[in-house]
Every structure is written in structure tokens, then in C-alpha cells.
């Protein structure tokens, strides 16, 4: 799955691109609109945390700095203590480390805003709506197309990729 973004300058013509990926077969669990606090989307599919945050990446980092630091710690703990390091002790300390790591750490990427957006919180607060769409990479030209020759005030405005991919 890839995601891509593309800018929209009014509430209007979201609806219509909205709309069009509905037509074109796209769910409402792959599009995310992104707008200005207190703009009444009405039935367009809102952004979740998962979009508007960088939870998945901080559990992502907090699981892998988690696992190394529990890890380190543990094998020093057994050692000094005495204990013969084995396979599932080794294993248990990894999975404890991850697992705290990834808590602490998806807990603060609750409260910071997803930074791949941050190029577009100017346009957002100026009134412009960010849509977000998951789709199979397959059908990026195609939905690309559709939509700015369709749409020509709505901006593309790139593709990632997204791992693992949504629900």
C-alpha cells in the first residue's frame, strides 16, 4: 500500500474529491481529510490519531530502543549475578524491553503531531484541506489523474509508502 496526499483549497471541492475516490471504488477507511480545527467535515472521513500523530513510528522506534537497552541490561544483571545466560532468558529480557519501550514511547507519539505533515500545517491553517489516501500502488496514476484533471485546483502533493499497510 502507498499513501498519497494531495492538497485541496475548499471544503467544496473536497467534497467532490471525496466523492470521485468513492466512485472510483475507494473505502472511507482509506481516505483521511485533514483539516483547520473546528471545520465541520461533515461526511467526509475525518483523520484518526493514527494519521494526525506519530504513534506507529514512535512504537516502531521505542520497541527497537526498548528491546537493545533491556537486552544490555539484562545480559549485565545475569552475568553480575551469577546466572548462565541462556536462550529464554535472553528471549524474556528482549520481550520486556520491547514491550516497556514501545508503551513509553507510543505514549509521547500520542502527544506529537505526525511530522511528515508538518510541511502542511501552514496550508491547513490557511483554510486548505489535506486529503489522504491509502491505496495499492497499482492504482496511484490512475487516482492521480482522475483527480487533478478532474479537480485542477487540487494539488498533488506526493507518495509514500506505508508499513504495515492500514487495517
Not at 31 to 41: E, M
Not at 122 to 138: Q, W, Y
Request: aromatic share 6%; charged share 25%.
Amino acid at each position: 500500500m502507498k499513501r498519497i496526499y494531495f492538497l485541496v483549497p475548499d471544503l467544496k471541492t473536497t467534497h467532490l474529491v471525496v466523492n470521485e475516490l468513492r466512485n472510483n471504488g475507494i473505502e472511507d477507511r482509506y481516505i483521511h481529510v485533514l483539516a483547520k480545527r473546528d471545520t465541520p467535515l461533515e461526511d467526509l472521513p475525518e483523520a484518526t490519531l493514527l494519521e494526525k500523530t506519530d504513534f506507529i513510528p514512535a512504537v516502531e522506534r521505542g520497541a527497537a530502543l526498548g528491546a537493545t537497552t533491556g537486552l544490555l541490561a539484562g545480559l549485565v544483571a545475569l552475568r553480575a549475578a551469577g546466572f548462565a545466560i541462556a536462550g529464554g532468558s535472553i528471549l524474556g529480557i528482549l520481550f520486556f524491553g520491547a514491550s516497556i519501550g514501545s508503551i513509553a514511547s507510543g505514549l509521547i507519539g500520542l502527544q506529537i503531531g505526525n511530522s511528515k505533515l508538518k510541511k502542511y500545517e501552514e496550508a491547513i491553517e490557511n483554510g486548505e484541506l489535506l486529503v489522504i489516501i491509502d491505496i495499492p500502488k497499482e492504482r496511484i496514476e490512475e487516482i492521480s489523474k482522475v483527480i487533478v484533471n478532474h479537480h485542477p485546483t487540487v494539488e498533488f502533493e506526493g507518495v509514500e509508502s506505508i508499513m504495515p499497510p492500514p487495517y
